[in-house]
């Protein structure tokens, strides 16, 4: 007699994931093969698919504009679900999360007088973004950053020429992850889950789901954890991600070949 198939949860970064890298952070969209993939996921069986971002849960909506996806603003804090219904942080986290941007403004203020730095307000987090600056203005970015470090409640993570400042020290990818599977009441032990991602975010939620007997995919090689698979781009997700789920690429016809 046939097992019943194990129901999957696929999660999804979205920058640098299911979206190119670009200079302009507005100009970000879905990569084709990412939207393929997406909707060829949620068409699968009664499988969950979520795309899981730092952006705010608005920003998100708009760049994933697809029915059948869970889409988590703000590493987690925020969910919305295919059928609309959307699901926030507690007032209590929403409290201290006011606390601690308030200790943050002083030190926030000096980073626009670094040339090049750019500060990106998610409200649960804080992007710096420093693509344009020299290396001369590098020390003073440095020397901003580890006082920033140094806050009470705050977690500095790296990605590709940006800071991300989680304004409470437990919210991360790992944490949006945690919460999805809460949520769904689903049980990631099995090792249905699969997690994919690009920098040093995502590699906290890489190693949770690891750690359950799931898959991690790192796309570009950047998040560095014991234990992931490796991928250069999005069309090279799509590829791995297709042959794991035994679904055909439409381009070729084949299952992902």
Known sequence: MTGRRLRRLWVFDFDGTLSPIVPDRDAAKLHP????????????HDDFVAVLSSRALSDLIFRVPLPKIFLGGGSGVEWKYPGGQRIGMTAGGKGRAETARRSLVPLLAEFPKVRGVEVEDKYWSLAIHHRKVSPADKPALEFLLSRLASLPYVKLLSGPCVTE???????????????????LRYDPSRGGILYAGDDENDAVAMRWVLAR????????????????RTVSGTAGLARMVRRLAGIADPHNGTVGS
């Open 33 to 44: 093969a990412g939207r393929d993939l997406l909707r060829d996921l949620s068409d699968q």
């Open 165 to 183: 400042i989680q304004v409470l020290e437990e919210i991360d990818k790992s944490y949006g992850v945690e919460r999805i599977c809460r949520l």
């Open 213 to 228: 007997k799931g898959t991690a995919i790192s796309v570009g090689g950047r998040a560095r954890v014991s234990g992931v």
